[in-house]
């Protein structure tokens, strides 16, 4: 069965500083996608990121940027330059297929609370 | 953003009495779910939709029920609530179930039972 582990539970920076969340994923397919979704301190999921898993190559968004690697199976998130307007829970999730209506679910990680600090 | 709302927003209840929750989204998607979020568990899938009355259950199914009698509709019915509901109830949509769509989430329902 699929399974996606965010070792860290929280994380706590001052502003300015970069900083790394880390997803490590359990998957028997060969192909797969893997997700990250922010939720601010609002309470809404906010889709961040969709990477399949024929995809290897970095990306950049801004201060965003996602580092998978099939080797390590990780898919880590890293926040360069980090704000208070960052400061959210962080949840990585990979999809699972559901044999009924050819539908998927997302399977979550328990998600990773980030604080910055002014 | 996806067009999605989820009504009511928040709600208190007691034990035992039955509570609806409703998603509805503006985007024509087909498929729509489900999910709760407990702390220490991230977010779990209760039921999902394929179709219109086309609904089946997910890893946490017990208790709860759907319903979805139009294309824009979801609405999840908890037949006697009990306290191990409390929960906050995430509705998702996404355009088509095969293994490339973004799933949206709506702002979730904050449930408490007492």
């Known amino acids: 069965a699929q399974k996606v582990t965010q070792a860290q539970t929280e994380i706590s920076v001052v502003e300015k500083e970069d900083v790394t969340l880390d997803c490590v994923y359990e998957?028997?397919?060969?192909?797969?996608?893997l997700f990250w979704y922010k939720q601010p301190p609002s309470g809404e999921l906010v889709f961040l990121i969709r990477?399949?898993?024929?995809?290897?190559q970095n990306e950049i968004s801004g201060r965003y940027s996602w580092n998978f690697q099939k080797s390590t199976s990780s898919f880590n998130f890293t926040i360069t330059a980090s704000q208070v307007v960052d400061s959210a829970v962080y949840f990585c999730?990979?999809?699972?297929?559901?044999?009924?209506?050819?539908?998927?679910?997302?399977?979550f990680g328990k998600g990773m609370k980030l604080t910055v600090n002014p | 953003d996806a067009g999605i709302t989820q009504s009511p927003r928040h709600k208190v209840t007691e034990t035992g009495t039955p509570v609806t929750l409703r998603c509805h989204q503006t985007e024509n998607h087909r498929y729509m779910y489900w999910y709760r979020q407990d702390p220490g568990h991230g977010l779990r899938l209760i039921h999902y939709?394929?179709?219109?009355?086309?609904?089946d259950k997910g890893e946490v199914s017990d208790g709860y029920s759907v319903s979805r009698s139009k294309t824009e509709d979801f609405l999840l019915t908890l037949e006697s609530a009990t306290s191990s509901q409390t929960s906050v109830y995430f509705c998702?949509?996404?355009?088509?179930?095969?293994?490339?769509?973004?799933?949206?989430f709506g702002p979730g329902t904050r449930l408490t039972v007492l």
């Open positions: 999730a990979l999809i699972q297929p559901i044999t009924q209506g050819g539908s998927e679910k997302l399977v």
């Open positions: 990477r399949n898993s024929f995809d290897e």
């Open positions: 998957t028997r397919d060969t192909t797969y996608y």
């Open positions: 939709s394929y179709g219109v009355k086309d609904t």
């Open positions: 998702a949509i996404s355009e088509s179930g095969i293994r490339a769509d973004t799933q949206y």
